[in-house]
Each structure stands twice: as structure tokens, then as C-alpha cells.
């Protein structure tokens, strides 16, 4: 994984999460890269050592975004094991979410607070700094627009045809044939309200 582009953000979330939850020092943390993890559909996308107070996240095919959501989510079990929720004795074996309610109750907080962190730090951010991805969800545009651009960009690229999109009238037609029916419903409605009145 090249971190040139993305030092910056896991940086970003650490302080933004301990500023949010309080926890006194900073993991460690290791990027794994596990090729044969990524294959299994179920693998492992990251753990919480509290007695190394590490944390380790898989990052082979995942999204940056999605690797960042699992710090999160480990964050909240550093700072669990800071205030000592972690010291149980029961059982941790697989399954340990299903068979031990006080760390069923851990995970509920991790995948809550984890998850929450992870999304106000990031609305932030996109409001702090604006990208190309976050400035398009403002602007509006038809599906059927949206469609054709998609259509066109592909048929360009993959033929090297051009289109005029501008000559497509689909819509407007579509506008015309709604504003007319609308205006003869009005119109019939008027007709009856009028004949109700003269009986």
C-alpha cells in the first residue's frame, strides 16, 4: 500500500479520534499485506492486541476508506483497554461476540462509535477541504443525463464516436406531453366542478 497519498488521513482520523474519545496514548499501528487473507471472503480485516496496545489492519483489495473505517473501529477498543473494560476473563475464542456479553457489549461500542467517529471526521474534512468527489454531490443532474454521459464517455473511448447529446429532445417532449395532459385535466376538473353547481 502506498502511503504517499494517504499518510496524511490516518493521521488526521488518529487525532480526530482521540480528541472524540480520549484515550491517553496512541497504538501502534501495523498495515499487514496478506495475499492470501484477501482471497477468503470472510477474512480478517483487522484486530486489537491490548496487551502490545497495537493495531493491525489487513489492507491487500480494500479501499482506502474502508481500511480507514477499521481504524476506527480499533481505536475504540484502544481506548476500552485504557479504562480497563478489556481485563475479562471470560471467553475469547472464536465466536467470542456471541458467547461473552461483556465483549459482545465491547463490540456493540466499537462498530457504534467506531463507525460515527469515522463519519463526522470525514463529513468534516470534506467540508474543511473540498475534493472533485465531494463538490459533484451538490450539483444536480437528471438520471437521464447522467446516463448519457455515461453512455457517450464509454462509446467515445471504446469506438471514438462522438455524440451531440444537445439534438437528444427526449425530455423535452416528455415536458410538453405532461404540461398538455395537465392542462386537460384542469380543464375537464373546471367542466365538472361548473356542472356540479347547476344541479
Wanted: proline letters at 2%; a negative charge.
Amino acid at each position: 500500500m502506498d502511503l504517499n497519498q494517504t499518510e496524511e488521513l490516518f493521521h488526521g482520523l488518529g487525532q480526530f479520534a482521540q480528541e472524540r474519545m480520549g484515550f491517553k496514548k496512541p497504538p501502534t499501528l501495523n498495515l499487514m499485506s496478506d495475499s492470501e487473507n484477501a482471497t477468503k471472503t470472510l477474512g480478517k480485516t483487522a484486530y486489537y492486541d491490548p496487551q502490545g496496545m497495537s493495531v493491525t489492519i489487513y489492507t491487500d483489495g480494500r479501499h482506502t476508506k474502508d481500511i480507514l473505517r477499521s481504524l476506527a473501529h480499533e481505536l475504540v477498543h484502544h481506548t476500552q483497554n485504557e479504562n480497563g473494560m478489556l481485563n475479562d476473563s471470560g471467553y475469547h475464542g472464536q465466536g467470542y461476540a456471541q458467547k461473552n456479553k461483556d465483549l459482545r457489549k465491547s463490540e456493540e461500542e466499537a462498530y457504534l462509535n467506531g463507525n460515527m467517529c469515522f463519519r463526522d471526521w470525514e463529513d468534516g474534512l470534506k467540508q474543511d477541504k473540498p475534493t472533485i468527489y465531494n463538490e459533484r454531490r451538490y450539483k444536480t443532474m437528471s438520471t437521464k443525463n447522467w446516463k448519457n454521459n455515461e453512455l457517450m464517455e464509454n462509446l467515445t473511448h471504446k469506438f471514438g464516436l462522438k455524440m451531440d447529446l444537445g439534438a437528444l429532445n427526449e425530455a423535452e417532449e416528455a415536458e410538453e406531453a405532461d404540461t398538455i395532459a395537465e392542462e386537460q385535466n384542469t380543464e375537464e376538473e373546471k367542466d365538472e366542478d361548473e356542472g356540479l353547481g347547476e344541479q
